[in-house]
């Protein structure tokens, strides 16, 4: 019973905290936490198919999807609310990994990492090829009500920010259950031998299923909240492979240690980002190359072993 | 009715016969040890029960249903496990939470998503294999730094936590050193005996066939050339020729391997 308030209150503590940041910090890094956390969602669904050992390179085909499916609803349907959009783009999101999924469930290694990268260019050659959902120059998104309210300016940033940490608490603390849920308690057991897990009476397809399904549904909720913290789609900035190797980029420099790490590692990510396109604009992407290499070979299970090493000390011996 | 039976069951790799129209039937509570030389089809045999490899004629029935085209995990899932010559566990995480997983695995046919792993009933009763298993010095140490023999201890600790009818042993004591090899199989059979489980075991050493087995299958190049009590088939002279000679070499070969070692 303490142990759950307890954990209620850290839950709401972290809510209270994210939310508190957003009106303390400028607004440009307001929008940069906007952006971080939305991408964290996706770098969520990351952690839990690589905790099976698997490599996605085509999440940025949930993300795309989930930030078209709120452009083209409130585009050509009128919807503007940023609750239901988001709610509609995770729920359609996840059901495009669930037909992927029936496919991506079967692969392992790089063929998995290659068939993800290939469905998300699939869609990427659609989108590019298509008038109708605006070709290469993408289009702009409907400014966002909530529930009826229309708030304009700065009081829009700082609902579109507070939709947004809600979401990602939310995010983290069923994706928190779910990890410590014998189902998300086999990933390590898929990763290690599949063959045990299938003599243990469980399916293992079923089970990469249920993680590519989860992985999905989050990409497209960080989708949603980028098209509309944005303001603007396009297939470059949405489902072209490199969004979904920028994703891999952050989930690398992150670890997998927690759910908090995808988090902190996407804020660090765009920081880095910002503040070398800001002081080094033709090479900023060595920085970005540097930075990651640094990590991989100081902290090769990234940012959050960090964390790990300071609350466990190496015993003597180990 | 007898709990598991295989009709003309054969394999065959190419032009190589791995199982020969093998005819089995076992009983309730039977505790039976296989013997033969290596490739002489015991493993093809487990493997094929066990729904690994799918025969190429012949049918299983496990309690008069046809288990033949069944999946590993379907033939679990009715009560039929196995260990493994190597054992197969997960390396990664710890013996406790190897026995966590298969535990859960036992008691929800899907895996549960949101109700955490780690229930009162469910730690209690790994701990309560740990004790059985005689394993509590390993409990909370990474798989990957166990000996052998632990692994095996653990690899049919996990097969046993489906609480099935008929356990298939693959070698439980190989890589295991002479010395551990009967602690092993006194803990191994006693946890067993416990709960009332059809044993069939592949093992190489004459003296823990004798000790363990209430009957002996031998195997013949895909056949069954024996089948019997231990007196009767380990003093076959058939057997002593075919697959004890053969067993009386490879012991002598090990030995000498292990004394130049």
Known sequence: ?318 | MPLLETRDLTKTFGHVTAADRINVSIAEREVIGVIGANGAGKTTFVNMVTGYLKPSAGSILYQGEDITALTPRQVTRRGICRSFQVPQVFMSISLFDNLLVALAAAEQVHPNFWRPLRQRHLLDAAQEIVARYDLGAYRDQQVALLPQGVRKLLDIAMAMAHRPRVILLDEPTSGVSVQEKFGIMEVVMGALRETGVTVLFIEHDMEIIERFGSRVMAFVEGSILADGPPSHVLADEQVRRHVIGEELHRSRRSERGASHA
Not at chain 1, 237 to 256: D, H, P, Q, R
Request: include cysteine; charge should be neutral.
């Open chain 1, 1 to 318: 019973m303490m142990a759950t308030l307890l954990s209620l209150l850290r839950w709401l503590g972290a809510l209270a905290a994210m939310a508190l940041l957003g009106w303390l910090v400028p607004e440009w890094a307001a929008f940069l936490l906007t952006l971080a956390l939305a991408k964290g969602l996706v770098v969520l669904g990351l952690l839990i198919l690589w905790r099976t050992g698997l490599v996605s390179f085509g999440q940025a085909l949930f993300f795309g999807f989930g930030g078209y499916a709120v452009g083209l609803l409130g585009g050509y349907a009128g919807l503007s609310d940023m609750v239901l959009l988001t709610a509609l783009a995770t729920v359609g999101a996840g059901l495009l990994a669930a037909l992927v999924g029936l496919l991506l469930a079967r692969y392992r290694d790089i063929f998995f990492a290659m068939l993800s990268m290939a469905f998300s260019m699939i869609l990427y050659g659609i989108l590019v090829k298509t008038e109708l959902l605006g070709s290469t120059d993408g289009f702009n998104v409907v400014q966002p009500t909530f529930l009826g309210y229309a708030p304009q300016g700065d009081t829009l940033r700082v609902m579109i920010y507070l939709w947004t940490v809600l979401l990602c608490v939310g995010a983290a603390y069923g994706v928190q259950r779910y990890l410590e849920s014998t189902m998300g308690q086999l990933a390590p057991a898929i990763r290690d031998n599949e063959l045990r897990v299938e003599y243990l009476g469980v399916s293992v397809v079923r089970i990469i299923y249920v993680k590519v399904i989860i992985a999905g549904a989050l990409a497209g909720a960080g989708g949603a909240i980028t098209a509309f913290a944005v303001g603007h789609i396009d297939p470059d900035a949405m489902t072209y492979w490199t969004v979904s190797g920028e994703f891999v980029f952050v989930t690398i420099l992150s670890g997998t240690g927690s759910i908090a790490a995808p988090f902190l590692g996407s804020i660090l990510f765009e920081l880095i980002r910002t503040y070398a396109t800001q002081y080094s604009p033709y090479t900023w992407q060595m920085v970005l190359g540097s930075s990651l290499l640094l990590i991989i070979l100081f902290l090769p299970n990234g940012l959050w072993s960090l964390f790990d090493r300071l609350r466990r000390p190496a015993r003597p011996g180990l």
